[in-house]
């Protein structure tokens, strides 16, 4: 017991650090769960448990910075709160098995989808509130379908989209995704806790680790920006990748 601990918590920290800056930090926290032995379904139901602890963390720190925009934001929350329970639903109808498969394929495409992004940044011209707040909420719905389902690089497909679709500013975009990262990960957790997957012990001594993670990472976004996270990202999702196939092969 004691040896997953030191597996999970100091991961799920540094984690918490580069979720804060680029979103991704599920890349991270749930191989760790899963290196550390916890069957499939409990480590993204306690990784859930975790990185709401650390979502809730970064996001205070945000809204203090004034990066929120608090005239979409509860509608992003809302959108988000009702995928992220629909996929969570989903995600518990689906084998350990089916999980590693899906993993399989989902691990690579998100590898080149974070490897070949140059600039997490938009420079083109805003669109008006109303088209802005659409496609935002819409982005929301199935991104937070997404992270109720599986969650890994939750953060930095929002981070993108919402800087490359919905053309708002990288300031704005990490307030934004703070929020709907964080709706959807409470509507996630809630189903796991009501279908007894999360593990109380590790999940809330892993929560405190991600919290000093995520709040030291939102201090240093406007400073240091996301590039120097995208090593470590696709470093965990090389290990990840080569750790599921092994384990199939067995």
């Known amino acids: 017991m004691l040896i997953q601990f030191l597996i999970v918590c100091p991961l799920v920290f540094v984690a918490g650090f580069v979720d804060a800056v680029a979103g991704g930090g599920g890349l991270i926290t749930l191989p760790a769960y899963i290196i550390a032995g916890f069957p499939v379904h409990n480590a993204i139901a306690t990784n859930k448990m975790s990185s709401s602890m650390g979502s809730t963390a970064a996001t205070i720190k945000y809204a203090l910075n004034g990066f929120i925009n608090w005239k979409m934001a509860p509608f992003c929350a809302a959108f988000s709160l009702a995928g992220s329970a629909i996929g969570s639903n989903i995600s518990l109808l689906i084998s350990d098995s089916i999980f590693k498969i899906i993993m399989l394929v989902l691990l690579p495409l998100i590898a080149c989808y974070v490897f070949k992004t140059k600039k997490i940044e938009s420079s083109r011209e805003p669109f008006s ?35 490359g ?86």
Not at 196 to 209: E, M, R, S
């Open 129 to 163: 509130f109303t088209k802005t707040l659409i496609i935002c909420v819409v982005i929301a719905f199935f991104i937070g379908m997404y992270d109720g389902f599986y969650g890994p690089g939750t953060g930095t497909f929002l981070m993108l989209l919402l800087t």
């Open 165 to 250: 679709i919905a053309r708002i500013s990288l300031n704005e975009a990490a307030g934004t995704t703070k929020i709907v990262n964080l709706s959807s990960n409470y509507a996630a957790l809630a189903v796991f806790l009501f279908n007894g997957k999360v593990l109380l012990p590790i999940g809330i001594t892993a929560g405190i680790f991600s919290m000093a993670g995520n709040y030291l990472g939102a201090s240093a976004f406007t400073k240091k920006g996301a590039k120097f996270v995208k090593p470590i990202i696709i470093l965990i999702l090389v290990l990840f990748f080569v750790k599921i196939i092994m384990e199939l092969i067995k």
